[in-house]
């Protein structure tokens, strides 16, 4: 039985590269030889063991690669087509994907709805830190790589490329709104790409890190609120001239970031969050307006499928954004201990890391 | 000059019945005579100082009356017509007005938003517990009834009616989908009727009192969750077969509602607000799905404007939705101070009281 | 081989009843026993060779039955499950369904989209008249029905429901809307039925024969238009004294209703059109506005799909919308020859048919 | 009696410069001095007596200029203020305009819907090519210029971008979008900015003069179709690689460019309409899928008011989208005549000419 490399959860705080047997192929599946992936934030989460795994289960969620072999089922595609996938595989089949929530997929056996369902690539399913995964209903989520774009070019929108653009979708931007982007990490940085994409005349990024704030304004933000520089609440009702922010999206997971998210909002403005929290969230009384503000409050998953990332490439190739200053290091899969060392620990300035099998 | 009666804000726990000059009507408002009004729960609020207006204020905001006076700048309408104008009085002219915001109208000098700034009667200008009412920009808030129809009938209109049904159209309730409505006092029975209108399969009251029930079950709950007979979220998973609800409307104010709401929507649905809270709110972690659930929490104030008092009373002239059974007590204004005490206690199985000077 | 009846397109008006092989299954596809099917309008055009089919074609997009065989990737479902499929069998995995198109599903392998591709039985894949039916990507198609509910009360789920809904809810009727429909068949009745899902406060149905009349008027019509007694612009201009529809949803398919629709729209109105048109369209330069007034006209074909079965089975069940009024005669499937020639002929009053095998 | 100037309609084929009083200021008015101002297409088609308006009118929609005098009722704004107004003044307060339809807004004794009723200025109303404007409903339609915009830079504002942009929210365009733009005059120009705006990834202009093709180039088209070079449909078929557009807006108002705009469509696709018509339209059968397309048409009149306009204003003053080389040609308002003779004729490369009384 062939084998290939993994990066393998083990146990709290123990990634390994390790061998296991290339997975076969079912019918409805696709194996896809790994050309290149990445480390996610999430994935330090699991590292961490704060979010749980399975114990041996491959790591990763962002697939750059070739088609290997097909399923019996799968038409349309060839083998040795460059192809992505998202993050998130919907089957395309279930009630919760019939109703349009194919990130909160589930069995079909019942109502098809499972919270954050739709990530299977190492959450439920064997991930692609490894030099290969197989991609579950291929038929949805396969998509070719347009011809002239590079493997980093297309390496953020399996994730954080689709995650960054729904907060501004899913904050329902509109052309000459005014949003507010907090923490400038990768995710932060796509919502910033995201909004001026759909129209935000001002945009506020909110962050420390002088390199992540040069990043955000070469993306489209036309003003930064620097939080050691003070409160920041304070600092963008002074920029807003104290209207407050149309739109204000959450990027980091953390009760300071969703509260002064809310804080800037104008009345009837909506707070797109994207962060993963770790614990329980806290709405203060005057800042919702005591339930008579009419604001919005909405969480979202990055969408994924095939379609979507036909999209988001397409964008890509249009030379509309410019993803490839976020990575700034580059790992062979061999050397993936190291690369989690270095992203955990955000050593370095790092941003993302390019893995190569 | 010219007084009249009115109930008016004198200190905590004191709203009194007062005379008070008939106001002056400027270019842009109309003096309408009161023929029927009523006493909402917000003012029980202000009763008790739970939520602060002026002293001196008159209290209300539900009006049905005549018009007795036009301003200059009035036009369309004739001194004798009898009309209503909805408890929220937008201008329909500031930004926020134009914005889509009415509810959170705010003065133009600015930005023109203000949280709940499109609440006018009896919170910043005198309200229309009284002989009579002056509605602001009346070109945009006064809404001639429909022959045929009585002051009772369209009573519900201003606040009640407008805010519960905003439960169903801010939940996105769509054909096919299950509903829970939180309390089944007035606002939540409106809730009930406005997901039947919006399509709603299965709408599942929760409460514990059985009258409340009862007209439940005619304005159109399919099923019945008693809080007094175990945990709300368990019956309700049990009655969805463990898939949860798509919209979930909370229709107290309290944090144990709020809880229960969020706990019972499927990933991806949603939470639509209509409580006034007076306490912080607090989001669990796993109810939350961590961020990943695709979940919307949404809240709302009464829609008002003369187009959305106009399409109410269709409804209620169409004979779709019947709210006389919520009007269980009739008081004389000069009686008011009774039908407070009555009604800040909930005695007698009171749901609502009509006031008529 | 093991053989069947099947309802065959055999040349220009002639559809026969004939002997077929039973399909075989492959590891997607569900062989369904059909215990109930129809005869839909569009059918009727088959038969006139007004819409091509290729010659020796089953016909019929109605089903409903038990599952006889699974293929061997079709899980979460039971061979004698009782089920029904939609007219409209998108496959969930098509670039046309990821992008919301379920309707105009096509081809993998290009870009996803053909016109209709969605709908498969009885056009481009062997119908349901007939003992079996192969249900093609039978995960995403195959519903479960409600326990307790009877073939006919589901019959009409898979198209006209779906179909009539589908005019309310592309044409955004929303609470206190007035509607106008146009034609009073079996789609124009359930598209009555969906505007007062959908909250509509006053529906005109508008027909020329009294049968209909009376079941437009259960199913919630308000007032009718007989455009026998005068022209209908005018007769519904002076219902909504003047004012004209916010919605008018077409149900039939020729210039003249299609005409009238959207000359007794208020301006910013909706035209949703239902009809399968056999000829060209033609827009009058002032009905239009001179292409200043905001108007919006929707084409829709029938939503399909396991969640939407589900939904509108839900509306069935809740005793909210009562179709059975609509099936007028019973046939079986032997006699579907006869079937036809009452049905394309419109004798007896008939409304929809039952053919049981 | 104070006099002005200003560009009066006589009759058929003359517009000339005439003495008028200058206007009264109502309560509810503001006289604004005009500073710039600009000739639009739609004034050609008043000036060849296409587009019918009293005799005596003073044409022109499109105003800059500075508060003069406000009414008594017109409170937030300070006589000497820089300002612009939309081109459409809707009350906001009519039942037209609290239902969102404020370009379709009417009086207010009956319904408040008329066709196009929100545009005034030079329609219905004395417009501002004079030295005065009246500006009606000022509280809802008077707009300040940010500091450190010139007249130019928003003189766009109040019409072709504000209708250029709406093309391509009508159209709905999303992130990932293929959109198509027939006829690159200024409104075609306008909607190649805004399906940019709105992250449309392809952007195909097409028209048939080669300054157009580069200013389109310059706003964010990425492919020109030019129409002299064969035929448009198969042009664009070929570029999307046969797949069609997502969105195809159409600003010339022809049969032509309508019909080449729907065959284009992908299906489920949006025609989004803002030419004016002045012939009846024609819809081939089998460019609309016989009805089972899934197509929308949407048409729309320039949406106006003073939040459209702070909106825009915003657009501009954050440099994402410029303008200015669409002024080709200036001109002094004591030479408007030959500005027409130059503007009519399209002579000399003209796209907008800027007046200056």
């Not at 349009?100 to 499972?114: A, E, K, N």
Request: charged residues 20%; aromatic residues 6%; proline residues 5%.
């Amino acid at each position: 039985m062939a084998t290939m490399r993994a990066a393998v959860f083990v146990e709290k705080n123990r990634i390994v590269l390790d061998d296991k047997p290339i997975p076969e192929v079912g019918p409805l599946d696709a194996l896809v030889r790994i050309t290149t992936t990445t480390i996610c934030g999430t994935d330090v989460h699991i590292l961490r063991g704060e979010y749980p795994v399975a114990k041996g289960l491959t790591v990763g969620h962002e697939p750059v690669g070739i088609i290997e072999r097909l399923g019996s089922q799968v038409r349309g595609f060839f083998e040795g087509q460059r192809v992505i996938a998202g993050a998130i595989t919907p089957s395309g089949q279930s009630f919760a994907c019939l109703c349009g929530c194919g990130s909160q997929d589930g069995p079909d056996t019942r109502h098809g709805f499972r919270a954050a369902g739709g990530w299977k690539f190492g959450n439920t399913l064997d991930g692609c830190q490894a030099d290969y995964v197989l991609v579950p209903d291929a038929l949805a989520n396969l998509c070719p790589i347009p011809d002239g774009l590079s493997d980093e070019q297309v390496l953020m929108c399996p994730d954080i490329m689709s995650t960054g653009f729904s907060g501004a979708e899913r904050g329902e931007v509109s052309i000459g709104d005014t949003v507010a982007v907090f923490a400038l990490g990768p995710i932060g940085l796509c919502a910033v790409a995201g909004a001026r994409l759909k129209g935000a005349s001002m945009i506020i990024g909110v962050d420390g890190l002088s390199e992540r704030m040069n990043v955000a304004r070469g993306l489209g933000a036309t003003h930064i609120v620097d939080f050691k520089k003070g409160n920041v609440v304070e600092q963008i009702m002074g920029l807003t001239d104290g209207r407050g922010v149309d739109v204000a999206i959450e990027a980091l997971g953390t009760q300071g970031t969703f509260e002064s998210a809310l804080r800037v909002l104008r009345p009837g403005g909506r707070l797109s969050s994207l962060g993963v929290y770790s614990s329980d969230l806290h709405i203060p009384y005057d800042a919702f307006g005591a339930g008579l503000g009419d604001y919005s409050i909405v969480s979202t998953l990055c969408p994924g499928g095939k379609e979507r990332m036909r999209r988001l490439m397409a964008v890509v190739a249009s030379g509309r954004v410019d993803l490839s200053p976020l990575v700034t290091h580059r790992f062979q899969l061999d050397d993936i201990e190291a690369a989690y060392e270095l992203f955990a620990h955000q050593r370095d300035g790092v941003m993302k890391v390019a893995i190569t099998p």
